[in-house]
């Protein structure tokens, strides 16, 4: 098997992995970065979904081959203290009842957010549609991406 080197939440990990393995599987059974979910392994659900090149994009369909010269980011590296104004928005909503898909949707809400600064409600819900909370959670999450938003501008 191959060995990559990713550039993961600021640091340089070396990997050791088939071509083909999703990078899913390498944050989770190779590096231990749990906060990353595995949903549906299709890219349908947006559980998986981390960062890269401040892109959000959905791991376990992203082939760990592909990732020389990237910067990734997961969930553990969006904010060492939990304070990104998405995870603060989150927190003060209550956003979450099982939990599950919220990694991905803040990943999701924090790409859409760093590029557009003040975004209608409309724009929000079209940026957080690939993500699916199977509590149903739709308006405190489209509630939370609106108060990040006011908290970055």
Aim: aromatic share 6%; proline share 3%.
């Amino acid at each position: 098997m191959p060995n990559y080197t990713l550039h993961i939440n600021g640091k340089r990990r070396s990997v050791t992995a088939d071509a083909d393995t999703p990078l899913l599987w390498v944050l989770r059974d190779e590096l231990n970065l749990l906060g990353t979910k595995f949903g549906c392994g299709i890219a349908q659900c947006g559980a998986c979904t981390v960062h890269i090149d401040g892109v959000a994009i959905k791991s376990c369909q992203m082939q760990v081959s592909y990732l020389d010269d990237v910067i990734i980011t997961t969930i553990e590296g969006l904010s060492v203290d939990g304070k990104h104004p998405v995870q603060q928005a989150w927190k003060e909503l209550d956003v979450p009842q099982c939990g599950y898909c919220q990694a991905g949707q803040i990943m999701t809400a924090a790409a859409f957010l760093k590029e557009h600064r003040n975004p209608s409600e409309e724009e929000i819900r079209i940026a957080m549609n690939g993500n699916i909370c199977r509590c149903a959670a739709y308006n405190r999450i489209e509630k939370a991406v609106k108060v990040a938003a006011e908290k970055m501008s």
